[in-house]
């Protein structure tokens, strides 16, 4: 079997860029290309974090016919933080990129903000958890308290700040997937 080629399709398959792989695994862009190339093999324990990241494991990776999965558990969540955002992103459903929607929850420390996204197509949700965050959209600012929800079709440049005092927890919702 040659794993790099199977890793690809994978990836490919749930429309995932190289670079997104190597983001969320925390390894380089070149690095999946030449595992992908079979150039190199990647240790078990990296071969291990790029199929989490890819919504599968070493089971279902190398079965010849993969488990259809319906609850995801808290080991099965990828995680990633962003010192200098001051966020932290949980994917809540691994390989959502061969979904229709990617719901995550997000985590904005008081001075932190995700990054501004250009536009796309589709449709996106958020949830309030806790906290108030600030949904800038386009030249508008709205602010979003705990227990309120926004929808919006990202056809504007837009970001969450959190310029509170105390953390703020969203659950939002894109679809298609785009973080």
């Known amino acids: 079997m040659k794993i790099g080629h199977k890793v690809k399709e994978l990836r490919v398959r749930l429309g995932l860029p190289q670079e997104e792989l190597a983001d969320r695994a925390e390894l380089s862009k070149g690095f999946i290309s030449q ?77 932190g903000s995700t990054w501004p996204d250009d536009p796309h197509e589709g449709d996106e949700f958020g949830y309030v958890l806790s906290g108030t965050v600030t949904l800038y959209l386009g030249e508008k600012r709205m602010r979003v308290r705990r227990g309120e929800s926004f929808f919006y079709s990202p056809k504007h440049t837009h970001y969450l700040a959190n310029t509170g005092k105390s953390p703020a927890k969203v659950l939002w919702i894109s679809s298609p997937p785009s973080f």
């Open 35 to 111: 595992v992908e190339r079979d150039l190199t093999s990647p240790s078990i324990a990296t071969l291990k974090e790029i199929l989490e990241c890819l919504g599968t494991s070493l089971k279902d990776f190398f079965a010849d016919t993969p488990e259809v999965k319906t609850v995801y558990k808290k080991q099965d969540m990828f995680t990633k933080t962003d010192a200098e955002q001051k966020t932290e992103i949980v994917w809540l459903l691994p390989g959502a990129q061969g979904c229709s929607m990617e719901p995550i929850l997000l985590t904005i420390q008081p001075g």
